[in-house]
């Protein structure tokens, strides 16, 4: 992520957590993600109502975003001031699906420390595909999560979180 780097962690968590937010609130389903360079793509089904002949009919259609890096900067922003204003932090249950998967996905990727990623999703379970930074060379691993493990590792997430600032402050990360 260009606007990442130099940063002493690349932040795929709060990056996929924003925009698994987006998601979310577009009813999007069936996620495809790809990072470009300067940003990511994004496709989905999205359910559509028509009113034909006074009856009202739904229909799934393909949608593909883009979002480019000031974009996933203002979606972080406004999360994290949604959470600085004393809003209390959805846990699991309260939740989005799509902000807590990809946040869960997001620190995966983050212990990986990927250069690239491109991930899909189908009836909640995930492949992802990554190129690995260092000396492993230039070969693309391949993750998969099934919809139990995304379920484990939400359940798990608030045990990973970084430990609280001192002085009751909240952490850099919003958390």
């Keep these: 992520m260009r606007i990442y780097e130099g940063s002493p962690r690349e932040d795929f968590e709060e990056v996929f957590r924003s925009i698994g937010a987006f998601i979310d609130q577009r009813g999007m389903k069936e996620v495809l993600l790809a ?11 999205v359910a559509t109502l028509s009113n034909s002949t006074s009856e009202f009919q739904g229909s799934l259609v393909k949608e593909t975003l883009t979002f480019l890096d000031d974009d ?16 209390p932090a959805p846990d699991a ?4 699906y799509y902000e807590t998967a990809f946040r869960v996905l ?3 990727m983050d ?8 991930f899909f ?3 909640g379970s995930f492949v992802l595909r990554l190129l690995p930074t260092g000396s492993g060379g230039n070969r ?23 430990p609280p600032a001192k002085s ?3 952490s850099a990360a919003g958390r």
Aim: charged share 30%.
């Design 93 to 96: 249950g309260e939740a989005s």
């Design 111 to 118: 212990e990986q420390r990927p250069r690239d990623v491109f």
């Design 140 to 162: 693309h691993i391949l993750a998969e999560f099934t919809s139990e493990d995304i379920a484990d590792m939400i359940a798990r997430a608030p045990t990973l979180r970084y």
């Design 72 to 87: 996933i900067a203002r979606f972080m922003e406004e999360a994290i001031s949604r959470r600085g204003q004393g809003e």
């Design 35 to 45: 990072e470009a360079p300067d940003g990511f793509i994004v496709q989905g089904l």
């Design 106 to 108: 997001g620190r995966y």
């Design 168 to 170: 009751g402050a909240t």
């Design 121 to 123: 999703e189908q009836e």
